[in-house]
């Protein structure tokens, strides 16, 4: 009992940061198709250090820069160059690379690491980043009074400790191989300007990256400078950088087409084919993102695992990729994308199959089932809203549409008012291996307690031990324990996803030079420049 409590107060402090992530940092798009870049003079690497990279940005400004709250998704992309951690992860490979720390950490022990700080390294303001300004930020992350989520990306670290001027020691609870990576979440700050006006930070972020963020007005632009203070190993190529926030597609495209950008995120399907006719490059990435459905179990019958069954296998999946998403997508065979390196395609994979709906609606005992499904107003989900509902339909599921902005809808999954929820999600943002990923949705969060209300089950509870047993595993031994709490969650369905969705970025190579796409939501300039 004591251990639920506190798993509904951590709930109630964090719910307000999920709905924020999943209304826009987790709001994920993708397409098919891409083009090949020509042979330009983008690809002599003959780059202008004083130009202006322009960039057209599909999501709105909302939220703090202040890396423990950061979650929407500007404000993570803009802090991709505008902060380092000790270790970053970076946003094309999702591997993890040097930011402050000189090297590598240095493996003490199994349970011991100590990692050197760049020397001469400098925050933007032209001060120093001290030891003292890393153990902080590690507090304040593992604090989860004041990170939320982020507090148990890190739950691992046990304590920072000062060894000299130059070098911290970080102690884990446990061995952890995931170490490199997850540290990387720990964005480092200014000690000293975060205590004197932690809001004022949160507007007016200040960090050692490569660009400094000169202003940020909602529904307008970001607008970024060079760092004269870097100096690190990706020190910015441009002079500076301007994001458009351009919600509507037809105003990217449009900016795209002119000229008046020279990289867009979230290019509309249906839009692919006039881009590259236009001389644009096009690339689609398969994403982590995905379109799931979540299961109020407080509410009867959803209580009943063979209802949630139902609903997966009364789901024609072909014609919801085919028709909603134009073909740019994936059926989930598994929690994770088979690109993911911890994919294993689960013990259940539901195909479309209505008669086996309908049959295990009748063991469950449900008759006349009708619902009112929740989804987003998000332009892509909106699409296939419709085909779901018409699926759910067929096998006598009574389906009504509630289509809303997802604050709205949260409020409504918060306070239990809801029955089935139909929505994107995407936490790869800040990390990409399998413990992340589950831990977003079935950790000892908001999810599972007061959204699922699946936290009182001996299900949850199995799936808890193998993800905590995972945590302290490496190798064979820790994909085998994903691939059980894999086969769980696909048997449970307390929340799983319908696809798995591609995500697809345009630009012109004639312009940036290094420029790759990502797979998550967001753009990346770091080690970018325009070309003369």
Same mark, same amino acid.
Not at 8 to 21: I, M, P, Q, Y
């Given at each position: 009992?004591?251990?639920?409590?506190?798993?509904?107060?951590?709930?109630?402090?964090v719910?307000?940061?999920a709905?924020?992530?999943?209304?826009?940092?987790?709001?994920?798009?993708?397409? +098919?198709?891409?083009?090949t870049?020509?042979?330009?003079?983008?690809?002599?690497?003959?780059?202008d250090?004083?130009?202006?990279?322009?960039?057209?940005?599909?999501?709105?400004?909302?939220?703090?820069?202040?890396?423990?709250?950061?979650?929407?998704?500007?404000?993570?992309?803009?802090?991709?160059?505008?902060?380092?951690? @000790?270790?970053?992860?970076?946003?094309?490979?999702?591997?993890?690379?040097?930011?402050?720390?000189?090297?590598?950490?240095?493996?003490v022990?199994?349970?011991?690491?100590e990692?050197?700080?760049?020397?001469?390294?400098? !925050?933007?303001?032209?001060?120093?980043?001290?030891?003292?300004?890393?153990?902080?930020?590690?507090?304040?992350?593992? #604090?989860?009074?004041?990170?939320?989520?982020?507090?148990s990306?890190?739950?691992?670290?046990?304590?920072?400790?000062?060894?000299?001027?130059?070098?911290?020691?970080?102690t884990?609870?446990?061995?952890?191989?995931?170490?490199?990576?997850?540290?990387?979440?720990?964005?480092?700050?200014?000690?000293?300007?975060?205590?004197?006006?932690?809001?004022?930070?949160?507007?007016?972020?200040?960090?050692?990256?490569?660009y400094?963020?000169?202003?940020?007005v909602?529904?307008? +632009?970001?607008? !970024?400078?060079?760092?004269?203070? *870097?100096?690190?190993?990706?020190?910015?190529?441009?002079?500076?950088?301007?994001?458009?926030?351009?919600?509507?597609p037809?105003?990217?495209?449009?900016?795209? %087409?002119?000229?008046?950008?020279?990289a867009?995120?979230?290019?509309?399907?249906?839009?692919?084919?006039?881009?590259?006719?236009?001389?644009?490059?096009v690339?689609?990435?398969?994403?982590?993102?995905?379109?799931?459905?979540? !299961?109020n %179990?407080?509410?009867?019958?959803?209580?009943?695992?063979?209802?949630?069954?139902? !609903?997966?296998?009364a789901? #024609?999946?072909?014609?919801?990729?085919?028709?909603?998403?134009?073909?740019?997508?994936?059926?989930?065979?598994?929690?994770?994308?088979?690109?993911?390196?911890?994919?294993?395609?689960?013990?259940t994979v539901?195909?479309?199959?209505? %008669?086996?709906?309908?049959?295990?609606?009748?063991?469950?005992?449900?008759?006349?089932?009708?619902?009112?499904? @929740?989804?987003?107003?998000?332009?892509?989900?909106?699409?296939v809203?419709?085909?779901?509902?018409?699926? @759910?339909?067929?096998?006598?599921?009574?389906?009504?549409?509630?289509?809303?902005?997802?604050?709205?809808? *949260?409020?409504?999954?918060?306070?239990? #008012? *809801?029955?089935?929820?139909?929505?994107?999600?995407?936490?790869?943002?800040?990390?990409?291996?399998?413990?992340?990923?589950?831990?977003?949705?079935?950790?000892?969060?908001?999810?599972?307690?007061?959204?699922?209300?699946?936290?009182?089950?001996?299900?949850?509870?199995?799936?808890? #031990?193998?993800?905590?047993?995972?945590?302290? %595993?490496?190798?064979?031994?820790?994909?085998?324990?994903w691939?059980?709490?894999?086969?769980?969650?696909?048997?449970?369905?307390p929340? *799983?996803?319908?696809f798995?969705?591609?995500?697809?970025?345009?630009?012109n190579?004639?312009? @940036?030079?290094?420029?790759?796409?990502?797979?998550t939501?967001?753009?990346?300039?770091l080690?970018?420049?325009?070309?003369?």
């Amino acid at each position: 009992m004591f251990q639920l409590m506190n798993r509904r107060r951590r709930a109630a402090r964090v719910s307000a940061v999920a709905a924020g992530v999943l209304a826009a940092a987790l709001a994920f798009t993708g397409c +098919s198709g891409s083009s090949t870049p020509t042979d330009t003079k983008a690809a002599s690497g003959d780059i202008d250090p004083n130009a202006t990279i322009e960039a057209g940005i599909s999501y709105s400004l909302g939220g703090s820069f202040d890396p423990i709250l950061a979650s929407g998704a500007v404000t993570v992309a803009a802090n991709w160059h505008i902060f380092e951690g @000790l270790l970053d992860l970076d946003p094309v490979t999702h591997k993890p690379v040097l930011g402050l720390a000189a090297e590598m950490p240095k493996k003490v022990d199994d349970t011991t690491y100590e990692v050197t700080l760049r020397k001469d390294a400098k !925050f933007s303001t032209g001060d120093p980043v001290t030891v003292d300004d890393v153990i902080y930020s590690i507090d304040r992350t593992m #604090d989860a009074d004041k990170s939320g989520f982020f507090a148990s990306f890190v739950s691992f670290i046990d304590k920072a400790e000062k060894v000299d001027d130059s070098t911290v020691k970080i102690t884990t609870k446990y061995p952890f191989s995931l170490f490199n990576e997850r540290l990387a979440v720990v964005k480092v700050v200014p000690k000293a300007l975060v205590e004197k006006n932690a809001e004022d930070f949160g507007a007016h972020p200040v960090g050692s990256g490569p660009y400094t963020l000169e202003s940020a007005v909602p529904d307008d +632009s970001l607008v !970024f400078k060079k760092n004269p203070n *870097y100096n690190g190993t990706r020190p910015a190529k441009a002079a500076g950088m301007k994001w458009d926030l351009l919600s509507d597609p037809a105003a990217r495209v449009t900016a795209m %087409q002119s000229g008046t950008i020279q990289a867009m995120e979230d290019v509309p399907y249906i839009d692919i084919d006039t881009l590259k006719n236009s001389g644009v490059d096009v690339k689609s990435e398969q994403s982590f993102g995905l379109l799931f459905m979540m !299961f109020n %179990q407080a509410v009867k019958p959803f209580d009943d695992v063979r209802v949630r069954q139902a !609903f997966f296998y009364a789901l #024609d999946m072909d014609k919801i990729i085919k028709t909603g998403m134009l073909g740019n997508a994936t059926a989930a065979t598994s929690f994770l994308p088979k690109n993911n390196p911890g994919y294993h395609e689960a013990s259940t994979v539901y195909t479309y199959d209505p %008669q086996k709906a309908k049959d295990l609606l009748k063991a469950a005992g449900v008759n006349d089932l009708s619902i009112t499904l @929740l989804t987003t107003d998000t332009g892509w989900v909106k699409e296939v809203a419709p085909l779901v509902k018409e699926s @759910l339909d067929a096998v006598g599921i009574k389906t009504k549409l509630d289509i809303g902005q997802s604050p709205a809808q *949260y409020q409504k999954v918060d306070s239990g #008012d *809801y029955q089935v929820l139909l929505a994107p999600g995407d936490p790869s943002v800040f990390g990409n291996d399998p413990d992340l990923l589950m831990n977003w949705w079935f950790g000892d969060n908001v999810w599972p307690t007061t959204r699922m209300h699946w936290a009182d089950s001996p299900e949850y509870k199995q799936l808890t #031990d193998l993800l905590n047993a995972a945590q302290r %595993q490496s190798g064979d031994e820790q994909q085998a324990t994903w691939n059980k709490a894999y086969d769980l969650i696909a048997e449970q369905v307390p929340m *799983y996803p319908l696809f798995h969705r591609k995500l697809p970025t345009a630009w012109n190579s004639q312009k @940036l030079v290094g420029f790759e796409p990502v797979n998550t939501t967001g753009l990346s300039f770091l080690d970018v420049g325009v070309a003369k």
